[in-house]
């Protein structure tokens, strides 16, 4: 018995297929997490205001934190946006370490350069 399927259905199921392994594709590697680690302790922020930050630890992947994607175990993406981060990105901040970094969001935090 051979199965058919239209062209919509397939097209549908080959973009949650992609979509899908983007975001669980992996663990996070040492170095992205020690990385983010890294990123959590050089920066102020006040846990009473942070949704993602608060909850970065090592009983997790980090792949598998809030506002961090990855893709074959190295970081994409951050959104950090809206946790009332504060403190200075310096030439030597670990933000540089991730070096397949894509997209960046830092919006409505008091971060200087």
């Known amino acids: 018995m051979a199965f058919s399927y239209s062209l919509p259905y397939l097209f549908l199921f080959s973009m949650i297929v992609m979509t899908t392994s983007v ?6 590697l040492e170095d ?4 983010l680690l890294g990123l959590k302790s050089e920066w102020k922020f006040d846990p009473s205001h942070s949704k993602k930050l608060v909850h970065w630890n090592q009983s997790y992947d980090c792949c598998s934190w809030d506002g961090v ?14 946790e009332s981060i504060s403190g200075e ?4 901040s670990n933000l540089f370490s991730l070096d397949y970094l894509t997209k960046l969001d830092l919006n409505s935090n008091s971060l200087v350069a």
Do not use: M, P, T, Y
């Open 23 to 28: 975001s669980v594709h992996g663990q996070c």
């Open 32 to 35: 992205q997490e020690a990385a």
């Open 69 to 82: 994607k990855c893709f074959h175990g190295h970081v994409i993406w951050l959104d950090l946006s809206n």
């Open 89 to 92: 990105i310096s030439i030597s």
